[in-house]
């Protein structure tokens, strides 16, 4: 392990150079916090375990063969390459050393004068993470691939499958959770079906896929308004989704879930059932208190406990100073942090005091499917201001072409939909795994296939015991 010195910084320690900012993540609030100080007096240094950011609002998109993975990402390098004072370093952060404001990497230690902890967070299994690799999430480019090969796949194993049942279980996809991930993956997948493939297969019909959502609270959406949630449930079941509400999930396998006691044949099941803290954020130590998702509860000022200089933002933090909750997980609530505490860095620098944060709420928004989404906007100024159907749709595409990264992601996205909406055509749908994955999805010979009125002979499951009730991640598009 050494200290990171390199030929224009060897005196890191003398007086008289600027102070060193280190920012972990290059999610939308460590980027946003990154690109604020671009012309402050400060050195930056961007950590990502990985090299690109990613818009994540629209991974269900490559995920569901919209678009291909580099109209979301652009690489961390390119995003901030004008920036003089800004350094990127592809490493996985370990454990931060508050006492000696270091940060340990797997080769290198980091020392800072200040630190954004912009870490995000990861699906949460209720503790059953043995669930995870038959239920994949969906936080990442290397999710949205998996995920999209499972379902190709499962059309492919349905158009040569000799026995019924095991076609239909091929064409049953499951989606665990009814927050905006799992409602618009949904939506997408049963678009596929219904538009996208009508003629690609020739013995099984692919409008006849069925899509389950699986909601352990009273409603999908749980974070709309009431009458949003309805519209939202509503134009679901008019493109034939399936949507369950109080809905508990006890296990799941390879073949299926079971859910209130029914077993539930499915080769293809989607986890968008709940967010976990990232595990940095535990070797804070006693200083910094987690809440019970792992996320850090941070004073006013986006700051932790004692530490003036180390600021959490985005999903890694709990933030309830306004309105006694925690602020959802919103890329906008992200982005408003990352600027504020790059504002909050530049007061301390110059001698100051940080100032407080305060959530703008532009309003929030979901897609369920061709021309269908609901919009709920600047709530905190028109009180019933909401959209529903095809003027929501058409705001949603707005708002997520004019945030996404680089000129050249907004015109191919923007070419890729209108090229999907008239002619109904998806272009990314290539399996790239060896097709020995397909034998995979079939139900080994000992076992018959389970139903849910001789459940004797369902295989056994990962775990038979939830640790509560499948509830909505927070609402992941927003104005």
Same mark, same amino acid.
């Given at each position: 392990?050494?200290?990171?010195?390199?030929?224009?910084?060897?005196?890191?320690?003398?007086?008289?150079?600027?102070?060193?900012?280190?920012?972990?993540?290059?999610?939308?609030?460590?980027?946003?916090?990154?690109?604020?100080?671009?012309?402050?007096?400060?050195?930056?240094?961007?950590?990502?375990?990985?090299?690109?950011?990613?818009?994540?609002?629209?991974?269900?998109?490559?995920?569901?063969?919209?678009?291909?993975?580099?109209?979301?990402?652009?690489?961390?390098?390119?995003?901030?390459?004008?920036?003089?004072?800004?350094?990127?370093?592809?490493?996985?952060?370990?454990?931060?050393?508050?006492?000696?404001?270091?940060?340990?990497?797997?080769?290198?230690?980091?020392?800072?004068?200040?630190?954004?902890?912009?870490?995000?967070?990861?699906?949460?299994?209720?503790?059953?993470?043995?669930?995870?690799?038959?239920?994949?999430?969906? !936080? &990442?480019?290397?999710?949205? *691939? $998996?995920?999209?090969? %499972?379902? +190709?796949? /499962? #059309?492919?194993?349905?158009?040569?499958?000799?026995?019924?049942?095991?076609?239909?279980?091929?064409?049953?996809?499951?989606?665990?959770?009814?927050?905006?991930?799992?409602?618009?993956?949904?939506?997408?997948?049963?678009?596929?079906?219904?538009?996208?493939?009508?003629?690609?297969?020739?013995?099984?019909?692919?409008? !006849? &896929?069925?899509?389950?959502? *699986? $909601?352990?609270?009273? %409603?999908? +959406?749980? /974070? #709309?308004?009431?009458?949003?949630?309805?519209?939202?449930?509503?134009?679901?079941?008019?493109?034939?989704?399936?949507?369950?509400?109080?809905?508990?999930?006890?296990?799941?396998?390879?073949?299926?879930?079971?859910?209130?006691?029914?077993?539930?044949?499915?080769?293809?099941?989607?986890?968008?059932?709940?967010?976990?803290?990232?595990?940095?954020?535990?070797?804070?130590?006693?200083?910094?208190? +987690?809440?019970?998702?792992?996320?850090?509860?941070?004073?006013?000022?986006?700051?932790?406990?004692?530490?003036?200089?180390?600021?959490?933002?985005?999903?890694?933090?709990?933030?309830?100073?306004?309105?006694?909750?925690?602020?959802?997980?919103?890329?906008?609530?992200?982005?408003?942090?990352?600027?504020?505490?790059?504002?909050?860095?530049?007061?301390?620098?110059?001698?100051?005091?940080?100032?407080?944060?305060?959530?703008?709420?532009?309003?929030?928004?979901?897609?369920?499917?061709?021309?269908?989404?609901?919009?709920?906007?600047?709530?905190?100024?028109?009180?019933?201001?909401?959209?529903?159907?095809?003027?929501?749709?058409?705001?949603?595409?707005?708002?997520?072409?004019?945030?996404?990264?680089?000129?050249?992601?907004?015109?191919?996205?923007?070419?890729?939909?209108?090229?999907?909406?008239?002619?109904?055509?998806?272009?990314?749908?290539?399996?790239?795994?060896?097709?020995?994955?397909?034998?995979?999805?079939?139900?080994?010979?000992?076992?018959?296939?389970?139903?849910?009125?001789?459940?004797?002979?369902?295989?056994?499951?990962?775990?038979?015991?939830?640790?509560?009730?499948?509830?909505?991640?927070?609402?992941?598009?927003?104005?």
């Amino acid at each position: 392990m050494e200290t990171l010195t390199r030929p224009n910084d060897l005196a890191a320690d003398l007086p008289g150079l600027p102070p060193r900012v280190v920012i972990i993540g290059g999610g939308f609030a460590g980027l946003e916090a990154a690109k604020a100080l671009g012309d402050a007096p400060v050195r930056v240094t961007l950590l990502d375990r990985r090299n690109h950011h990613t818009f994540q609002p629209l991974l269900y998109q490559v995920a569901t063969c919209a678009l291909a993975p580099a109209q979301i990402a652009a690489p961390l390098r390119s995003v901030v390459r004008e920036q003089s004072n800004t350094e990127v370093f592809l490493a996985e952060a370990r454990q931060i050393d508050l006492k000696n404001q270091s940060i340990l990497t797997d080769d290198i230690v980091f020392d800072y004068d200040y630190l954004i902890l912009a870490v995000g967070a990861r699906h949460s299994y209720f503790g059953h993470d043995e669930w995870e690799k038959f239920a994949p999430g969906l !936080k &990442a480019v290397e999710d949205a *691939l $998996e995920i999209r090969q %499972r379902m +190709l796949a /499962a #059309f492919e194993l349905a158009e040569k499958a000799t026995d019924e049942a095991e076609r239909r279980a091929a064409l049953t996809f499951v989606i665990v959770g009814g927050g905006p991930t799992g409602v618009e993956m949904a939506g997408a997948i049963k678009e596929i079906g219904t538009y996208s493939m009508t003629e690609d297969f020739r013995h099984f019909d692919p409008a !006849k &896929a069925r899509v389950i959502i *699986l $909601e352990g609270s009273p %409603r999908v +959406l749980g /974070a #709309f308004a009431e009458d949003l949630s309805e519209s939202a449930r509503r134009q679901l079941e008019e493109i034939g989704v399936e949507v369950r509400t109080g809905t508990r999930v006890t296990g799941v396998d390879e073949f299926g879930v079971i859910a209130n006691g029914e077993r539930i044949e499915s080769r293809t099941v989607i986890w968008a059932a709940g967010n976990a803290a990232s595990p940095l954020l535990r070797t804070l130590g006693s200083d910094a208190p +987690l809440d019970k998702a792992g996320r850090a509860i941070v004073n006013p000022d986006l700051s932790i406990p004692g530490h003036p200089n180390v600021f959490v933002l985005g999903d890694a933090a709990n933030f309830s100073h306004q309105g006694g909750t925690p602020l959802p997980g919103l890329s906008p609530v992200a982005m408003q942090q990352g600027r504020c505490a790059a504002a909050n860095i530049r007061h301390l620098v110059a001698g100051g005091q940080a100032t407080p944060f305060h959530y703008f709420d532009k309003g929030s928004m979901a897609t369920i499917g061709r021309a269908r989404a609901i919009a709920e906007v600047f709530p905190t100024i028109f009180k019933r201001l909401h959209l529903s159907g095809f003027m929501a749709w058409m705001a949603w595409l707005f708002v997520h072409v004019l945030y996404l990264v680089g000129f050249r992601n907004k015109l191919g996205v923007l070419a890729e939909w209108a090229w999907a909406y008239l002619l109904n055509y998806r272009g990314s749908r290539l399996i790239t795994r060896d097709i020995g994955m397909l034998r995979n999805f079939s139900p080994p010979s000992p076992y018959a296939l389970p139903t849910a009125s001789n459940p004797k002979t369902s295989p056994p499951m990962a775990s038979t015991a939830a640790s509560g009730p499948v509830g909505p991640p927070a609402a992941s598009s927003a104005l």
